[in-house]
């Protein structure tokens, strides 16, 4: 059983992914509320449904390749039941290096999830960021559906991004909530 409503997995490989994550958490601290950190490869699958708010980062590999950990479970994501539960995505990728892959993976982890009927908060404008396409941008273009983080060559904005991105989901689930 959940000891929070909140739950952040990440998948990672070089610890760049959970690193954010639990700054994060922090920020989620910082408002009084209490997160659940969790490696995918750590928890089981079905224990995502026990939770009212999922946070799920995931980092884009090379030409838009998909976290091992994430991708190994890809299958399973759209049989989870999550019908009450508000959603959250953030990825890391390299805007400069894979500009055409930009943050591809939380497009991939979104789209994979779509079934489930969760509810998606944390659109993030894609402004400020220099790249020629993502699957992580919605159909206006001027958004993201999760947080974007690029550590390789926008590491000076992360904390900023951040703070405001959760200060963001707070107001946004609280909205879902009401």
Not at 69 to 90: H, K, M, P, Q, R
Not at 94 to 102: A, E, I, S, V
Not at 106 to 118: D, H, I, R
Request: charged content about 25%; glycine content about 8%; overall charge negative.
């Amino acid at each position: 059983m959940a000891q929070s409503s909140i739950a952040l997995i990440y998948g990672t490989d070089t610890n760049n992914t959970e690193e954010v994550g639990h700054k994060i958490a922090k920020q989620w601290q910082e408002l009084g509320e209490t997160v659940d950190i969790f490696n995918i490869k750590d928890i089981e699958l079905q224990q995502l449904e026990d939770y009212s708010m999922l946070i799920l980062g995931i980092p884009t590999w090379d030409f838009g390749g998909i976290q091992s950990d994430w991708e190994d479970i890809g299958g399973s994501l759209a049989e989870l039941s999550l019908n009450d539960t508000v959603i959250a995505l953030y990825g890391l990728g390299d805007q400069f290096g894979y500009g055409d892959y930009f943050i591809d993976a939380v497009g991939w982890l979104y789209e994979k999830l779509q079934p489930t009927n969760a509810t998606f908060i944390g659109q993030w404008p894609t402004e400020g960021y220099d790249f020629e396409a993502s699957r992580a941008c919605i159909h206006d273009k001027e958004h993201f559906v999760g947080l974007a983080i690029d550590e390789d060559q926008q590491f000076e904005l992360t904390d900023q991004r951040i703070e405001q991105w959760v200060i963001q989901l707070y107001a946004e689930r609280t909205l879902e909530v009401a």
